[in-house]
């Protein structure tokens, strides 16, 4: 099993700027690609960005593309989520998410997520 945990979400005006923290417990952080997706009312949940297991490679959807950052330390076990110039739609609930598949498989498959955190709230006022 592996727990994660996030923090760092909040109340931020648009263009404004959030990071958002990941920390897990339980089985090897290293072995496990990690991601973040989102969910806002009344929408799927949707992939947000994804980092392999060694931090080397990164993913994003296209609507973060060049505002968000993904990155891991694995000496923490802590993946983190940097969100500058951020926008009213960008207004969800965040997840992080843990895979034992490859760090490619998160965009493509929700199901490839084996472990989900609670979730944290951030809300972009216009």
């Known amino acids: 099993q592996v727990q994660l945990v996030e923090s760092g979400g909040g109340l931020v005006q648009a263009g404004g700027s959030l990071r958002l923290s990941c920390a897990a417990s339980g089985r090897t952080f290293s072995n496990y690609a990690m991601g973040w997706f989102r969910q806002a009312p009344g929408k799927e949940r949707e992939f947000v960005a994804a980092?392999?297991?060694?931090?080397?490679?990164?993913d994003y959807a296209g609507a973060v593309k060049g505002r968000f950052t993904i990155s891991r330390d694995n000496a923490k076990n802590t993946v983190y989520l940097q969100m500058n110039s951020l926008k009213p739609k960008d207004t969800a609930v965040y997840y992080c998410?843990?895979?034992?598949?490859?760090?490619?498989?998160?965009?493509?498959?929700?199901?490839?997520?084996?472990?989900w955190g609670q979730g944290t709230q951030v809300t972009v006022s216009s």
């Open positions: 980092i392999s297991r060694s931090a080397r490679s990164t």
């Open positions: 998410a843990a895979s034992g598949s490859s760090y490619t498989a998160l965009r493509m498959n929700i199901r490839a997520v084996a472990y």
